[in-house]
């Protein structure tokens, strides 16, 4: 079959990967695909949704599965449904456990899905009110819509919350995604996350994976959209009841509660947990694989990704089960210095054709190819992976791959995974 995937980061090229070697495959395509996954794809060049679904029809795509959020929360899958086209990704509706934050907890409630307190306020007296009444309790402030992963503030003090809360509601930070916020209990533990591929009806499980998300050493610095990843999630790893508890208790409620509403949730699923002294609680869901969790979690897959992908757009995976490499994956992010603020893109990167480091991969996350040579182009510029029986030995790897890649600008963290 002819597979499109959408998207052009690191996680495209992990699926496109973990895609490419599936004996159901004619021909892969993506759009716009990067450097790195046009070794493995043909990629098209789509600026708009016309020039997306014509191109669909001129190759006769028959499975598009959708990386990224926006284009989910924006009802992509739906249009595509609708013009006969089969996709993985959520619909719209279903998007919404990512697209609004309110919307999941609310949903979260509804079904009895463990989660920290909240309140969702439209008018910022009303939150400092709110914040006035409960001084003493910590409060995480959220924009309710997409905000690039930058809609959340984890407020140290009652004056942090209130700037907070006036950023989003009075001077539109966020413009629509921050017109209304939620106001959360701060609740404390060790953060993993689990994902999952689901059908509609039922879900199986893909990994776990725990990611850094501070830009530098000792989670010091701000927040980026994640500079590493280990997986499995050491929170998880050690206590295999917790993932049982955190699965019951979070993905089989979602796809139960997702169905029953009149949702069914088809696609990756993302949980972001916080492992309490109450057990596992929802910090957020994302509608899609995560970014670099995807380049830390396929490389060990060895079941084939895109039979299972398409069980789950015929319902059943329930037949499905998926084989894993033993051991652990952990990946580096190579950035461009200065990410998540100003970047100096443009240097020209070398070393990556180096292919004696048995057990690693090189995912290209923001490159560019210009007059036959490979640009640091983004923010986040490479995932670096490296896979062995443990999580030292992974590390190891994944470290001495990073060791043989170089550009002048180039900054990545030196501690993931230890
Ligand atoms: P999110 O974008 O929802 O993943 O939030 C970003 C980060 O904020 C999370 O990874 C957590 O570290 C933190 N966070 C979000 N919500 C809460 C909460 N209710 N309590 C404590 N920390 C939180
Ligand atoms: N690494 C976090 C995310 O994909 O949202």
Known sequence: MKVLIIGGGGREHALAHAMSSSPMLTELLATPGNPGISALARCLDCPDETTLFAAIKDEAVDLVVIGPEAPLVDGMADRLNAAGVAVFGPSQKAAMLEGSKAFARAFCD????????????????????YINAHPAEGHVIKADGLAAGKGVVVADTKAEAITAITNMLDDQQFGEAGASILIEERISGVEASLFAMADGNHAIMIGTAQDYKRALDGDKGPNTGGMGAVSPAPALDANPHLTDQAWREV??????????????????????????????????FNCRFGDPEAEVILPRLESDLLSAIVAATKSQLHQTALQFKPGAAVTVVMANGGYPGPISPGGVITGLAEDEITNSMVFHAGTQMTEGKIIAAGGRVLAVTGWGEDQASARQTAYARVKKINWPDVYYRKDIAR
């Not at 008018?123 to 400092?128: G, R, V």
């Not at 069914?264 to 699923?269: E, T």
């Open 110 to 129: 509804r079904h009895h899905i463990p989660q920290p307190s909240w309140r969702e306020f439209t008018d910022s007296h009303e939150a400092i009110a």
């Open 251 to 284: 993905v089989e409620n979602v796809i139960h509660g997702m169905k029953a509403e009149g949702m069914p949730y088809q696609g990756f699923l993302y949980v972001g947990l916080m492992i309490t002294d109450d057990g596992p609680k929802v910090i957020e």
